[in-house]
């Protein structure tokens, strides 16, 4: 009995000595997680259809996802920074939440330094800025697409780092973070991250063109002004 690991996490030698076990089973969580997204999505839909009800279904889903967005870094990943120093033994809904999903990464369990820190700048950059991005796609004001570019950039930069230095301790010292069972690589791990690798990239490739064709533009209309 000693030789049994004290908690679920790989790799199992890691010492978690404050763990306490979910209550609440991993399919319940899960359907919080999505409950609350949904509640996210339905507030910010009443909030256009109050401000700016003639807005196209492509510009509303990109404010429903910077809305999202916002939610989940500042709220969520914020929670993850101020209780990082002792995750394993939060038993409320976030803390239950953050340990079910640690089940594919258990360095949000050990006070991994990257893993802070990284979720350190998300929560206070890239949250308070998703909401900027809302708001000004809901005003369409000239900052929006600046906003766009920064956030979904600090998205992206995060994510390939949170990747990349996850792979390179597998490969290169043969540390692996995540349970033995696939569906938590693939699930949790692989997709739920992997939202934040094409979406900014889709939003990065609107916004630089948006910029490109404004100058563009401008360009035109000062040479035509020099030729008259």
Known sequence: MADLPLHPFSPFAIELPTYVANTISAPVLV??????????????YGIIQRM???????????????ALCGC???FFEGYFSYNAFDMASKTDIFGQLWKEYALSDSRYMSQDAFT???ETVTAV???????????????????????QIIVSLG????????????TFQEVVFDIVYCRPE???????????????????????RQSVNEIASVFAKVKAASAGKKAQ
């Open 31 to 44: 359907s919080i997680f999505a409950a609350g997204c949904a509640v996210i999505f339905l507030i910010t």
């Open 52 to 66: 700016r009800p003639s807005m196209g279904s492509g510009e509303m889903a990109v404010a429903m996802w910077f």
């Open 72 to 74: 989940i870094h500042l």
């Open 116 to 118: 802070v820190c990284m």
């Open 125 to 147: 950059f890239w949250g308070p800025m998703s909401f900027f991005c809302v708001y000004f796609i809901i005003a369409d004001h000239p900052l929006r697409h600046p906003f």
């Open 155 to 166: 998205q992206l930069y995060g994510d390939v780092l949170y990747y990349a230095i996850c």
């Open 182 to 204: 696939r569906f938590y690589f693939w699930a949790y791990y692989f997709l739920c991250n992997f939202f934040w690798i094409v979406i900014p990239l889709l939003l990065i």
